[in-house]
Every structure is written in C-alpha cells, then in structure tokens.
C-alpha cells in the first residue's frame, strides 16, 4: 500500500537552534518528493522538490535530503526562527494508469518559541 | 497577484442543505484539485481535473460532485452534505502534470461545519 509517514507527530524548539523533521515512504513507482510549509489558517506551501536522482537540495535556511534507496527523506530547519513556526507536509507523487498522483504525509507540526 | 481563492472561508450549515464551495485561480493552470484536511489523517483528494471539461474522481469522491466549464474555476458541490463531510477544504492548482514536477498552489481553505 502507497504509504507516507512522518515524524515526529510535533516537536518544539527554542528559537536558534536546529531541526531535522523525518519522511519515510514506501510509494511506488516514485516520480518526486515534495516538502511543503503549512501556516496555521492558510493552504501549504512548497519549499522543495526532489526527484530520484537528488540527495540534497536548499531552499535558504531549509535542507532536504533524500535516501531513494532506503525511501527516507529529513528536512532541516537551520537556525530557527519564530516564522518557522507551522505544519511540515512530505508529499510524494507517483505514476498510475498514466496519471500522476500525490501521497501526502500527516505532516510535522513545529512550534518554535522565544 | 498570482493566487488561489476559495469562498467561503467558513460555513456552518445544516444537514441535507445543498452547498457550493467556490475555487478560482489566476494562474492559467489546467490542473486544478480539491483536498479534504482531517486531523490525523493527510490531505486526501476528492476530485482533480486535467483541464476544461475533464475531471477524475480523487481517493474520496463520495457525497461531491465537481464541475469544470471555465479554466479558472473549478467549484466543488455537496448535493446532500451529512456531518462526516465536516472538514477543512482545499481547492489547488498547477500547470499541466508533464511530469508530476510541478508544484501545486493552494487555498487558504475553507472550514465547513455539518451539522
């Protein structure tokens, strides 16, 4: 079964310091990975796109890696700030019947405090 | 500015009672999409559609109806909404899905209350 899983469920950090947040998949055939930053009250955004091929790709101040082989992939938060603060979806988009469908995770929910 | 807009933001209405949750976007895109946000439970999609006139059921299309006459818009109707369709909306859009790279552009959402 296509399956995404994220942890943790939510984490809490002191402004500065670093994160990393965990997604683990088993979709399969894999077209790409997606992170995306959800604000409480607004719809997700996109950080960063993986595909097969990528281990590592930054966006500023946020780093995702991606292990195909293992079917993992972290997303790091450096030097936190309180806007980080919000709800970290991994989406992961696969081919079907020649459509390309999207997984989502149940996302991470970060809390960075003063 | 390039957006997605959803209207209303928020509904509370009665079982039974037909409603429509409108979806517009500026963008030019063919691919448009509506999600249902549960806690615990991931976006899930309800219906997409590849362009104008071609829509697809999503993973949970019981209880919608969806409908895509014009590029831009793409509403999402509840003929006889019942209280397990009370959940977080959102309408979504992106250029063609050439290779399922291309990122989706969300709502704000709208929150709907059966009751």
Redesign the interface.
Known sequence: KNQVEQSPQSLIILEGKNCTLQCNYTVSPFSNLRWYKQDTGRGPVSLTIMTFSENTKSNGRYTATLDADTKQSSLHITASQLSDSASYICVVTFLTSGTYKYIFGTGTRLKVLA | EAQ?TQNPRYLITVTGKKLTVTCSQNMNHEYMSW?RQDP??????IYYSMNVEVT?KGDVPEGYKVSRKEKRNFPLILESPSPNQTSLY?C?SSFR?R???Q???????TRLSIL
Not at chain 2, 40 to 45: A, E, P, S, V, W
Not at chain 2, 103 to 109: A, L, M, N
């Open positions: 997605v999600y615990g439970l991931g976006l899930r999609q697809d959102f979504a899905l290779d399922g790279n990122p989706q552009h969300f709502g704000d959402g």
